[in-house]
């Protein structure tokens, strides 16, 4: 019983040590050695380089102390420059949860080929960032289709919508040298300053990279947000959708004099953001 308790008592412990107050990342991971890598530190501003090599012994332990270091961080997503290195690579499981080993997708050169016009906005907040601190929110696309190879270089091409979409986008940004906070409105900005602040004054490095290169943020799909309170548009296609659904529905009543369909009322979104950080 003793044992039992002392057990408990010290991964109560490690639980309270994992993150401190200020949200500072642990400073060590089980089974690597590897740290996350926080702002203002250069390699999260530059363009990551393709992955040439897969299938060797080396590339497999980085993916897999990737994905370790995700979820002992509390993440749904990790990407490669957030370790240190400037490589297109990132992993993610955007259930956060270990026990959804299914989920766990390893993404390596990676392609945004399409992007909605539809969008919504979420509070993201970002490891590298010291996750609730620089939290805010987000323009995503609902939906987007990619290209990416896996650890084994399999060519994979597919549609995501949702959460996942929105944890692909994410991660994606950093291995372009994007962070989460570049697509805030001026407001959101400023208010994280001070936090930001901070992170750059214990950096003690005299090569901090504090903005993304200007013609990338130029070209941020979707565009970062106007303002404060900013209201995503009706895109016409999904009203015609939602029209045509509902026609549908009617047609069905009509022909076979039963109860019609249930409207979109009852669709929920995400809740307050995000439950985890990536």
């Known amino acids: 019983e003793n044992a039992s308790e002392e057990n408990a008592s010290e991964e109560n412990a490690s639980e309270e040590n994992a993150r401190g107050e200020d949200g500072r990342n642990p400073s060590s991971f089980d089974g690597s050695d590897m740290t996350i890598t926080e702002y203002p530190h250069p390699v999260l501003r530059r363009m990551g380089d393709d992955i040439l090599e897969f299938r060797t012994r080396e590339f497999r332990q980085l993916c897999k102390e990737m994905m370790t270091i995700m979820y002992q961080a509390s993440g749904v997503g990790l990407a490669a420059p957030q370790v240190g290195l400037s490589t297109r690579l990132f992993v993610y499981n955007h259930l956060g949860d270990p026990d959804s080993s299914n989920f766990e997708r390893i993404v390596c050169n990676p392609k945004i080929l399409e992007y909605s016009e539809e969008v919504d906005v979420e509070n993201e907040g970002c490891l590298s960032s010291r996750s609730g601190c620089c939290m805010g929110p987000v ?12 650890e084994e270089g399999s060519l994979v091409r597919r549609r995501l919508t949702g959460f996942e979409a929105r944890v692909f986008q994410h991660e994606y940004d950093h291995i372009e040298g994007i962070l989460h906070f570049d697509r805030f409105c001026t407001e959101d900005r400023e208010g994280i300053q001070p936090q930001l602040n901070a992170l750059i004054q214990g950096y003690k490095k005299n090569d901090a990279v504090l903005e ?12 970062p947000l106007p303002r404060r309170g900013w209201i995503p548009p009706i895109i016409e296609s999904v009203v015609e959708s939602v029209v045509k659904s509902k026609l549908k529905g009617k047609s069905k009543k009509d022909k076979k004099k039963t109860s019609g369909g249930r409207g979109f009322g009852g669709g929920g979104g995400f809740g307050g953001g995000f439950g985890k950080s990536k």
């Open 139 to 150: 323009s995503r696309s609902v939906s987007i289709m990619v290209e990416y190879k896996t």
């Open 212 to 223: 993304p290169d200007v013609n990338r943020k130029a070209k941020l799909q979707p565009m």
